[in-house]
Structures are given as C-alpha cells and as structure tokens.
C-alpha cells in the first residue's frame, strides 16, 4: 500500500483583526475556490476581489506559504482557517477559510467522517456567527467543501453532516462553498435539503467548465437575507472555479419567515 503524501491537521487557526461591531444591513460577498493558490496572478486578483467584501469564504485556501502575511496581519478581516490535512513535503496546510470584517460571536468546525480514496484526505466545514444591526439577531455563515470522488451514500453523510449545523439556528443563513454537485443525483439531495431548512439558492449567470463535466460546483444558499445582485467573474483565470460575488441586504425580524 501506498504512504498518502497527506496527513491529518484538523485544527483552526485564527488570524487579523476586524474592525467592525456587526454584520450589515448591507453584506458583500466574495465565494472562491483558490485552488490551493497555485495559479499564476492569484494574489493580486485576490486582493482586487476582496477590497470591498465584508465577507470572504474560500475553499482550498492554504496555510504555511509566502501568503500568510496577507492573511496575518490584515486590519481589514479576521480570518478564520478550518485545517484539514498537510502536505507532508511541503508542509502547507489546506482547508477552508473564512474571512470577516467583524469577528464571529462563535465558531464550529468538524472534519468529514469518510475520505477521499487515493489521497485519504478529508473535507472541512467552517460555521461562524456574526452580529446583526438588530439586537438579538445573528448570521449564521457555513463554509464548506464537499467530499469528492466517493459513493453517494459517502458524499450524503457529508453533506448532512454541513446540513446539521443549522439545526438549532432560527435567524438568517449563509451556505455556501464548493459542494461538487457534478451529477444530477447530488445536487437534487442538496436542493431537498436546503428545502427542508428554507434556505434559496440564489440565482446567477454561469459559465459551465469541462473540467466540471459542464456541472456547477459552486453554490450560495440564504435564508433570512434579500439578495441584491450577484455576479460571476468569468473574466478572472487564476483558479480553476470563478470567483462569485454576492451583495445582499440584511431584513427586519418580521420579515423573516
């Protein structure tokens, strides 16, 4: 058998400073899968994308490269990093991370049961809660990255495992990540269960990519929030997925269902 050039570092690391007191009423959004920032021209479209966003949630963002100094001593978010497994040659980090101009009342994180065969690596999901402009209110924001390349029963753990994190939470949802809905078997138990929790997708233009089987990965689902526009930046080549951005606006408590 052969050794996995990965090993497990299920752990979080936090990072930067945020400066704000709550979240909204108006969120900008940044959705991005970097792909482990190996593109040429990543940081500086990096760095472009996120100038403005009051949120950032990134998938296969890495951890132990030239790039943590823009991620630690960063004025303008704090940074959360969901670790799940190292290269043992390089020593990076991967996982997903999430990124916020104000810092997260709370924070969860959990490993997928199963692995991804081949590598033997695990996916990650990050939850964090923010503060809303209306007393008592918080935004529940779960940033995750499906497990791929196994057996839908595999793949449907993991993905209620994403889904149980919303259980005990009544105010406004924020899902999304890289969820590799490449078949039609996936993304119809998704959609059941987003239904379940009355969460929405939103709704975008795209730009299919063979390398997806001409299926879209990436997805945004809300609950509680008024989405305002939604934009996918085709023009941006430094990863293997589009960057997404997303303006929303925070709503009264009455308004939410």
């Known amino acids: 058998m052969l050794k996995s050039r990965y090993s497990p570092v299920e752990s979080l690391k936090i990072m930067g400073h945020a400066p704000n007191q709550v979240m909204g009423p108006n969120i900008e959004l940044l959705l991005w899968n970097v792909f482990k920032c190996k593109k040429k021209g990543w940081l500086e479209d990096f760095k472009t994308l996120t100038c403005d966003k009051d ?90 990255h499906l497990i791929n390349f196994v057996s839908f029963e595999k793949f449907r753990a993991h993905l209620d495992q994403v889904f149980h994190t919303l259980e005990n939470h009544n105010g406004p949802i924020l899902l999304a990540g890289d969820f590799n809905t490449w078949n039609g078997k996936r993304l119809r138990y998704f959609n059941q269960l987003a239904t379940s929790f009355s969460l929405e997708e939103v709704k975008m233009d795209r730009k299919p990519r063979l390398n997806h089987l001409f299926h879209h990965l990436d997805h945004i689902y809300f609950r509680g929030l008024e989405v305002v526009n939604a934009h996918v930046h085709t023009n941006i080549h430094s990863s293997d997925h589009y ?14 269902k």
Request: hydrophobic fraction near 40%; charge should be positive.
């Open 55 to 144: 949120l950032i949630l990134l998938q296969e963002a890495i951890l132990n490269s030239p790039f943590d100094i823009d991620f630690k001593k960063s004025l303008q978010h704090q940074w959360m990093m969901a670790r799940s497994f190292k290269n043992v040659k390089t020593n990076i980090v991967t996982g997903v991370k999430t990124g916020s101009t104000v810092a997260a009342q709370q924070h969860y994180f959990s490993v997928s049961k199963h692995s991804e065969p081949v590598s033997q690596t695990k996916k990650m999901l990050l939850a964090t809660l923010y503060p809303l402009p209306t007393l008592g209110q918080s935004l529940l924001v779960v940033n995750s």
């Open 243 to 256: 960057p997404i951005s997303l303006s929303l606006h925070t709503l009264n408590p009455v308004a939410i």
